[in-house]
């Protein structure tokens, strides 16, 4: 069939609007396993794939209205309780959806592509037909079960032109967040929203900037009026007008973590299920809201870390029967802010790692030496599954360890400037936390100066801050270290490892950044403190090569480019040169 | 030959200002110590005065600081650096030449920019074959009444750079 019509535009809001249904749809569609009768469930889900199926029909989608008439088929005889709902419909009814949503991925990547949906089509159908009582022309081809849907919808829905046009006109209020959650909105594309908050981030730049110029006015440079005068009122009435509209701005850009965390039910239901477990999964927090921009980033590696714990963490039934525990499982998801960020658990009760076996294999690959292992801290200890290699490694021995590929997702965090911790109890169960920040458009550093260059440091990985004493200074394996209070640090000479320019201040003017970097802390020395200020951090772009241990540039008062550090990357330099130092 | 210096918003070269069908090509001239070199005015973004850089620590090591462009952070490479000058300009005349290569927006620092000059087709011949490798991105020499202005062809400086480095780090 040729489409009706080709409009791209049209195209578009079909393809947004069915990707949005479907998601619904998966999470209906797991939830109406646990509660078989609800019907209103059982209508979300026959409306969404009646609403796509229509639009598919008018903008000439073949497939799509196929697998999705057949589907709908299934529904409409569970709606009228011909049909009850088993396990074989289940997942017919997901496959169906799952096949849904690769042909509009590959509608979205350029054109539909040839799918062998016959085994799909013939289960569906198969499924829909176990009852007898109803008198679905089963023999009849692709036109006649058309003719029988329409000859079918009055029944199954009384008004169906009705219902088509509010669902193509208000598909939110299809989606299956509760009715006390539905404000009014309308729908923006996100490239609108990350041009006004960059616009904003300028006009933070520039509020940055003049309020340098009004100090330095005010302190009689310019030999103008001091800090009482109207430029400097004005300039504070910009300023605070400029915060209000950077955090509206960004609201904007917020979202709840649901949209990461809906797509959990049906991934642990289908992972429980091929690997045998009895799983359920708990989620909490999921109103938290969070930067869109964010969202597409933290789902990967949450993903890797439920996955782990359904793989590597719960036992089998039979086992934890043996062990006193309940034979379900549970996987709790959990998401709320703590200040300035975002704190994502997700915890198990499964079988927990056993430290002594991470040990073993670190000193076995020469991560850690037999002497400094008998003084680690379990949060060492349980560092050391975060290294890269470390983990592929324990799979390949099929030890109990969880962490294929941990050094992913800790790398993955690391570049949205969060951090993540592991805690776990042989026998009891494991759980990592996720620290997100709020926004990635936006970060308050610590301005301090190396030589005659200032860099940032991101104040949420600041501890503290303290002046210099050369008596507290050490040396240990090879490593400079620095004694404060009772906590050995490693220390970092910022101008050594950037090599850079300049008269060094004098020792005893010097100070130290204690930074944490995930469970590790460092001191950082540099010469001079500067002060606090908000920031826009831009990345560096591929042209500039690796750049480690820095993290983006911003613009400072000044109108200069300063560079923000990131403080792993430091870590890991700080490494390299020391064992290079070593070596030599 | 037109060789007034022409400073005015520039529209692309027009083969009908000339009597005859031949096309003219519109150079922005500029020189990095004793020689001049030109490139394509459709290449070049705009023409900035030289400003502080930020040195880049790790970077690569074609690229020699970064700077501020209205807001955006831009690489920027000192050709002087890259001709193997060495002396230092006299006079303040130091511009950045901002243009945009491989989808990426980066500055020239050059010596000054006297002039745009526009340049008939027949007057630019290939480069001679005997200069150093460096000299690969030369993709022509313009003649002109008494002097030679040898045109670059960006795209090459950059894979020329991106090779070097590559190299540079493998060694």
Redesign the interface.
Known sequence: MEPLINDPVLLQEFLTESEELLQGADQDLVRLEALPDDEELLNRVFRALHTIKGTAGFLGLDPVVQLGHRAEDVLSNLRRGQLKLTQPIMDALLAARDQLGIMLADIRGGGLKQYSLDPLLAELQRVSSCVPAVPTPQDGAKADSVAHETGDSPDVSPKPALDEETAAVQPEQKNPAPQALTAQSMRVDVRKLDELVNLIGELVLERNRLLQLAKEIGTGRYEARGSDSPLSHSVARLSFITEELQAAGLRTRMVPIEAVFSKFPRLVRDLARSVEKEIELEIHGQETEIDKNMVDLISDPLVHLVRNSLDHGIELPAERERQNKPRRGKIRLDARQEGDHILVTISDDGRGIDPDRVLRKAIEKGVVSRERAANLSMREIYDFIFLPGFSTMEKATNLSGRGVGMDVVRSNLKRLNGSIELESKPGEGTSVRLHLPLTLAIMPVLLVKVGEEIYGVPLRSIIETSRFASQNLHRLEGREVICLRNETLPLVRLEALFSSPGQEADNHEKKIVVMTVGDTRIALLVDQLIGQESTVVKPLGHSLGQCQGIAGATVGGDGRVRLVLDPAGLLLSAAQSSSQEVLQ | MDQQPNHEPIAPARADRQTGTEELRQIVSFRVGDEEFGLDILRVQEIIRHQ?L???????DF?DG???LR???I?VIALRKRFGITQEPSDGQARIVVLEVQN?V?GFIVDSVPEVLRIPESAVVPPPRFGKTERDYVSGVAKMDDRLLLLLDVDRIMSVEDSQ?VAAAQA
């Open positions: 502080h930020t040195r880049v620590p790790n970077s690569s690229v970064v700077i501020n807001g955006k952070v690489p990426m980066l480095a």
